[in-house]
T-cell receptor
């Protein structure tokens, strides 16, 4: 299957700083990438849908100025958590899809904000 | 709004048992349904994808069925092994049209423990 990577796999930062997470599709060009958030022992919650070259579409309740998404190319999307606070600590997972086919998920990024 | 429910929430079985995980969804207008496996602290691994026109898919010891009209899917694991221990998630993708197209809705997952 297709491979999706995320970097970093984990990050610890101080409150108030910004953190950037990268999502890459390694062996295919992804027309669409998705960003999810997962709290401990809970399922995945879709945060936003990202299409290459256009603005991301955010789900209801997700602050677009807080979670900046850039989809600069067909193989890279980035999520920047701005002015991070402890409540932003979570497991962030991206996925990528080609056309209308299945989504392939990255390994996730564990964010801890002190 | 699509809602996906998985039963049971947790399951503990001895090695070798055959088991069934259940997934139900409220809106039958789906494009496909996927079953995933998630190990603790890891991402998702896709196990099986069933298109809306299909009834089942098989991969090794795994078999997933889909009854779209009744909004149900089951994941059957044959001859379970300790290495099967993980959280299993099902997710549905809505049909074409509308703003939700392409977006997966996940169930809460079933935590499976297979003990030796």
């Amino acid at each position: 299957g297709a491979v999706v990577s995320q970097h970093p796999s984990w990050v610890i930062c101080k409150s108030g700083t910004s953190v950037k997470i990268e999502c890459r599709s390694l062996d295919f060009q992804a027309t669409t990438m998705f960003w999810y958030r997962q709290f401990p022992k809970q399922s995945l919650m879709l945060m936003a849908t990202s299409n290459e070259g256009s603005k991301a579409t955010y789900e209801q309740g997700v602050e677009k100025d807080k979670f900046l998404i850039n989809h600069a190319s067909l193989t890279l999307s980035t999520l920047t958590v701005t002015s991070a606070h402890p409540e932003d600590s979570s497991f962030y997972i991206c996925s990528a899809s080609l056309g209308h086919n299945e989504q392939f998920f990255g390994p996730g990024t564990r964010l801890t904000v002190l | 709004k699509q809602e996906v429910t998985q039963i049971p929430a947790a399951l503990s079985v001895p090695e070798g048992e055959n088991l069934v995980l259940n997934c139900s969804f409220t809106d039958s207008a789906i494009y496909n349904l996927q079953w995933f496996r998630q190990d603790p602290g890891k991402g998702l691994t896709s196990l099986l994808l069933i298109q809306s026109s299909q009834r089942e898919q098989t991969s090794g010891r795994l078999n997933a069925s889909l009854d779209k009209s009744s909004g149900r899917s089951t994941l059957y694991i044959a001859a379970s092994q300790p290495g099967d221990s993980a959280t299993y998630l099902c997710a549905v993708r809505p049909g074409a049209g509308g703003t939700s197209y392409g977006k997966l809705t996940f169930g809460q997952g079933t935590i499976l423990t297979v003990h030796p």
